[in-house]
């Protein structure tokens, strides 16, 4: 595995490239300090926080990962996650959650387990990232209607019912800056694409507010100056016993972190024809997550809008995303100063936005007129998420769609017995010219549709009980058995075991690749016995004759001792 950043300078990397990256990176860089400062703040932690996990973890993402352009920074993704292990475990616990989910992320990305985490059902997808969407927006409530809240609020249920009990403390000016910065954002999106919408919702909210002297909460009356430097390095404090709790949280982390980061990637290469290395980019991932606590960052991941701002703006190479990450700083340097005079009603309408765009409306639409069980997956996702927590969400919905899948394997699983009269009905008899003569008598076949596993074993044990007479030779077809499982192997080998008692002979033909690996390694091939295990048909009846012809041959030879016995007698 190698970052891309050093097969992209290697190969003729140009001034033009050079610039067009630049002025991409500034572009997303400055995407990217309203988001990075909101979604913090959203997180449970401080504004800076957000900022240090962008230039941190952005940078590192960029320079180690294994796709040509992913941006990386803090993501809405994370809001939930990371507010409640904040609020269970304070920043160091979270700080350990988030290192140890790095050093997952690392272990995915050395054990290639890059194309295995990619292929996250799409239901389980689009229901927690729905679910997460409805939860940020509910978060916001209290913000953007300037609602005074003495009492903590958790869950959506929770947070609408307080809510509501204390609407009479709304705050009008307030109200108005979160709906002038959600039309403003709107507005940008369809008419001036290229200036980021929240910038300018936050600059023109900051004005209004200083120069009106509005009464609404601000990031300084809350959280103080906003520093204008990164961190010393901060090894956060732990315990065993916290490790074992944080186990689950670091999971669900890793897990996110490397879901997003892939689709993020995939998404990249469909706008610009690049093809990423998924393990290197979850490498990239675990060590930006296990740096980023160490400057008091937050959990990091790859940036599907933020990616895409990238490449809409002539990003090209991760150089974009190292520039991203270093006008992060220089603004923070330079401007910070600033951020103390920003409304938290304006953040909150940015937030509102984010959690309408990770809802996928019309994904979520087009995925209730699916099969019945896609859609059950995607609405249990999705309502675990919101009224439960996102551990229990991602871990439900995996495992059902697991079980759906190994389900519908199992459907389209089949063994079924030749009769000798159908076989010119088969399709390959006849391309091959086999018709029922070519079949000895005390010969059966079998056949096996679909991988051969744990969930479509019980087909062949059904289907072998309808043999009334035992055959000296039971032919067992797997030419469409794409793979088999250790359940499989132990029902061929119990199979090959009961045909020994009753002196049949169990032969094997069309064993393909895997199958016949897995037969190697088993030790199950020197059981059956290598000459009884055969690529195609008409080798394995060539077997069966020869097996036919030897024990006709023996009968007759003890047939003839008989003879002879009886006629001394």
């Known amino acids: ?43 449970g932690v401080k504004p800076e926080q957000g900022l240090y996990t962008a230039v941190i973890g952005g940078f590192l993402i960029s320079f180690f990962g294994g796709s040509r352009v992913q ?10 996650i990371v507010y409640e292990i904040v609020q269970k475990y304070g920043y160091d616990g979270l700080a350990v959650a988030g290192m140890m989910g790095g050093v997952i992320l690392i272990i995915f990305g050395v054990l290639k387990f890059g194309s295995v985490i990619k292929y996250m059902p799409y239901p389980v997808v689009v229901g927690f990232t729905a679910g997460i969407g ?25 947070t609408f019912h307080i809510s509501f009990r204390h609407i009479d403390t709304i705050n009008y000016y307030s109200l108005g800056i979160g709906m002038a910065s959600i039309i403003i954002i709107i507005l940008f999106q369809k008419k001036v694409k290229k200036i980021p919408g929240p910038l300018v919702a936050i600059i023109l909210s900051t004005i209004a507010v200083q120069i009106f002297n509005l009464p609404v909460e601000t990031i300084g009356s809350r959280f103080g100056d906003v520093p204008n430097m990164l961190p010393m390095p901060h090894i956060p404090h732990t315990d065993f016993t916290q490790i074992k709790e944080l186990l689950f ?76 990450a270093l006008t992060v700083l220089l ?25 309408y765009n990770m809802s996928e409306m019309d994904h979520f639409k087009k995925l209730l007129k699916t099969p019945k069980s896609d859609a059950a997956v995607l609405l249990i996702t999705f309502f675990l998420t919101v009224f439960t927590d996102l551990t229990i969400a991602i871990n439900f919905g995996v495992v059902l769609a697991a079980i759906l899948f190994m389900k519908r394997m199992s459907d389209v699983a089949d063994s079924r017995l030749l009769e ?9 008899f006849s391309l091959s010219g086999i018709s029922s003569e070519d079949v000895p008598e005390n010969v059966e076949i079998f056949e096996i549709s679909g991988p051969f596993f744990f969930g479509a074993t019980w087909f062949f044990k059904d289907a072998i009980s309808q043999l009334q007479m035992k055959p000296k030779v039971l032919i067992i077809r797997m030419r469409q058995v794409p793979a088999i499982d250790a359940t499989g192997l132990n029902t061929l080998e119990w199979v090959n075991s009961l045909s ?22 088993s030790g199950l091939m020197d059981e059956i016995g290598r000459g009884n295990v055969h690529r195609d048909i008409n080798s394995a009846l060539k077997r069966a004759k020869e097996i036919i012809s030897i024990h006709d041959d023996i009968n007759d030879v003890l047939r003839h001792a008989r003879d002879i016995l009886n006629k001394k007698k």
Not at 71 to 80: D, E, Q, S, W
Not at 500 to 521: A, C, F, M, N, Y
Request: include cysteine; charge should be neutral; glycine fraction near 10%.
């Open 71 to 80: 941006i990386g920074g803090p993501t809405g993704a994370f809001i939930i």
């Open 249 to 324: 949280p670091a999971l669900t982390i890793a897990l996110l972190a490397g879901i997003e980061s892939l689709l993020s990637a995939v998404v990249a290469d469909g706008m610009c024809g690049t093809k990423h290395d998924s393990n290197m980019e979850l490498t990239a991932q675990g060590i930006a997550n296990i740096a980023s606590p160490l400057f008091l960052g937050v959990p990091v991941t790859g940036a599907i809008a933020r990616t895409a701002a990238s490449i809409k703006s002539g990003g090209r190479t991760p150089v974009a995303g190292i520039v991203h």
């Open 420 to 428: 000798h009269g159908s076989l010119h009905q088969d399709e390959e």
């Open 134 to 158: 409805v939860v940020i927006f509910t978060s916001q409530i209290k913000e953007f209607f300037g609602l005074v809240i003495a009492e903590k609020m958790s869950g959506v249920v929770d």
């Open 500 to 521: 020994r008692k009753d002196k049949t002979i169990v032969v094997l033909s069309g064993v393909q690749d895997q199958p016949w690996k897995s037969l190697e390694k």
């Open 331 to 355: 603004v923070m340097i330079f401007f910070s100063r600033y951020a103390r005079l920003i409304p938290m009603a304006a953040l909150s309408g940015i937030l509102m936005i984010v959690a």
């Open 1 to 43: 595995m190698i970052p891309e950043i050093f097969k992209t300078l290697k190969n003729d990397y140009s001034r033009k490239t050079l610039l067009k990256d630049v002025i991409a990176g500034i572009i997303v860089g400055i995407i990217a300090i309203p988001l990075s400062i909101a979604i913090a703040i959203a997180s």
